[in-house]
């Protein structure tokens, strides 16, 4: 099994970056899944994708978020990050990393996610 | 608006069987792309309940089931159950946009 935890600032002023760090906790399995992604989901809303990096490091964002948005990977540390600039009360959401199985090799489901961690913009 | 559509709510009674219904178009569920369903208790993260279309993964009661037709996809839950209750996603990819997309989400109610 795999475990990923997000960790960060859960107060950021308007304007500012948010940024996210998921930790991974197998090492193997960090090394072989093909895509590595970020998922939020505002209160009381449904899941809105963020963007997703392939092992490759090529990375796919949210044409809505895109010009914000940067995902980076850590291989040495075994995780994955998230900035997002310019933040407004708009992005206040409970913000999850997730991955795929290693098997999969196409984009394709979510199979492993962080707990979460719920991320304020304050003015 | 989101890419795949789903109803809002559906509901049934203990034992029941309800079906949620995801649609989508030619970009994606049509391209064709694989759908997956999670199944979400508030609070929690989401959970694979189907991959692939119509594959449980281990752990996944078989009163879950998935089917795929043209730009549509369809999650069913027989046997229904307390525990059952919470929001259900579809998702699937958009080659147009180059996007993993999602559903808005349906509320399933245990009556």
């Known amino acids: 099994q795999v475990h990923l935890q997000e960790s960060g600032p859960g107060l950021v002023k308007a304007s500012e970056t948010l940024s996210l760090t998921c930790s991974v906790s197998r090492d193997s399995f960090y090394r072989h899944a093909y895509y590595w992604g970020w998922i939020r989901q505002p209160p009381g809303k449904g899941l809105e994708w963020i963007g997703t990096?392939?092992?490759?490091?090529?990375?796919y964002y949210n044409p809505s978020l895109q010009s914000r948005v940067t995902i980076s990977l850590d291989r040495s540390k075994n995780q994955f990050s998230l900035r997002l600039t310019s933040v407004t009360a708009a992005d206040t959401a409970v913000y999850f990393c997730?991955?795929?199985?290693?098997?999969?090799?196409?984009?394709?489901?979510?199979?492993?996610w962080g707990q979460g961690m719920l991320v304020t913009v304050s003015p | 608006q989101s890419v795949l559509t789903q109803p809002p709510s559906v509901s049934g009674a203990p034992g029941q069987r309800v079906t949620i219904s995801c649609t989508g178009s030619n970009s994606n569920i049509g391209a064709p792309y694989d759908v997956h369903w999670y199944h979400q208790v508030p609070g929690t993260a989401p959970k694979v309940v189907i991959f692939?279309?119509?594959n449980r993964p281990s752990g996944v009661p078989d009163r879950f089931s998935g089917s795929k037709s043209d730009t549509s996809a369809s999650l069913a839950i027989t046997g229904l159950q307390a525990d059952d209750e919470g929001d259900y996603y579809c998702?699937?990819?958009?080659?147009?946009?180059?996007?993993?997309?999602f559903g808005g989400g349906t509320k399933v109610t245990v009556l």
């Open positions: 990096m392939f092992s490759t490091e090529y990375s």
């Open positions: 998702q699937s990819f958009d080659r147009r946009l180059d996007s993993w997309v």
């Open positions: 692939g279309n119509d």
């Open positions: 997730a991955t795929v199985r290693p098997e999969v090799v196409v984009p394709h489901s979510f199979d492993y």
